[in-house]
C-alpha cells in the first residue's frame, strides 16, 4: 500500500517538473506560472530552477522511503524531511487560493493533494510498525 502512494506522488511531481520545463521553454507563458508575479525571464529562470531542485529532491526522498534506491538517509531524516515537505505544500496550498492566475488556483487541489499523500505515508508507516 505505502509503495502504492509513493508512486503515486512520484508520478505527480514527474507530471508538475514537465508543467515546469514547459515554463522555462516557454511552451507555457511564465505569467501564469507563480500567481502571475514573474516579471521578466531572469525571474521565471530563478523560480523554475529552484521549484524543480525541490520537486527532484522529494523525488530522490521517496525513492529512499520506498527502498528503491541503494543510498539512503535514515529513516528518522527522511520522515523531517517529508513532514516538512508537507507544512510546505500545505503553505503553497494558501498562496495558490490567492493566487492571480486560475491555473495556479487549480494547483492549489495538487499541492493538497500532495500534502495528503506524504502525511499517508509517514501515517502509513507508523501504524505498521506500530501493528508488527
Same mark, same amino acid.
Given at each position: 500500500?505505502?509503495?502504492?502512494?509513493?508512486?503515486?506522488? /512520484? /508520478?505527480?511531481?514527474?507530471? +508538475?517538473?514537465?508543467?515546469?520545463?514547459? #515554463? #522555462?521553454?516557454?511552451?507555457?507563458?511564465?505569467?501564469?506560472?507563480?500567481?502571475?508575479?514573474?516579471?521578466?525571464?531572469?525571474?521565471?529562470?530563478? *523560480?523554475?530552477?529552484?521549484?524543480?531542485?525541490?520537486?527532484? *529532491?522529494?523525488?530522490?526522498?521517496?525513492?529512499?522511503?520506498?527502498?528503491? &534506491?541503494?543510498?539512503?538517509?535514515?529513516?528518522?531524516?527522511?520522515?523531517? /524531511?517529508?513532514?516538512?515537505?508537507?507544512?510546505?505544500?500545505?503553505?503553497?496550498? #494558501? +498562496?495558490?487560493? *490567492?493566487? #492571480?492566475?486560475?491555473?495556479?488556483?487549480?494547483?492549489?487541489?495538487?499541492?493538497?493533494?500532495?500534502? &495528503?499523500?506524504?502525511?499517508?505515508?509517514?501515517?502509513?508507516?507508523?501504524?505498521?510498525?506500530?501493528?508488527?
Amino acid at each position: 500500500m505505502i509503495n502504492k502512494i509513493i508512486h503515486t506522488t /512520484i /508520478i505527480i511531481l514527474i507530471i +508538475g517538473l514537465v508543467f515546469h520545463l514547459c #515554463v #522555462v521553454s516557454k511552451i507555457i507563458p511564465y505569467t501564469i506560472a507563480w500567481g502571475g508575479r514573474l516579471q521578466n525571464d531572469t525571474e521565471m529562470y530563478v *523560480f523554475e530552477a529552484i521549484s524543480m531542485i525541490i520537486q527532484l *529532491f522529494l523525488i530522490f526522498i521517496l525513492l529512499m522511503k520506498g527502498n528503491k &534506491i541503494n543510498y539512503k538517509f535514515s529513516n528518522k531524516v527522511i520522515n523531517c /524531511i517529508l513532514w516538512i515537505y508537507s507544512i510546505l505544500f500545505l503553505l503553497n496550498t #494558501v +498562496g495558490n487560493i *490567492f493566487a #492571480v492566475t486560475t491555473l495556479e488556483k487549480f494547483f492549489a487541489l495538487i499541492t493538497i493533494v500532495l500534502s &495528503i499523500l506524504i502525511i499517508m505515508i509517514l501515517i502509513f508507516e507508523k501504524k505498521n510498525k506500530t501493528i508488527a
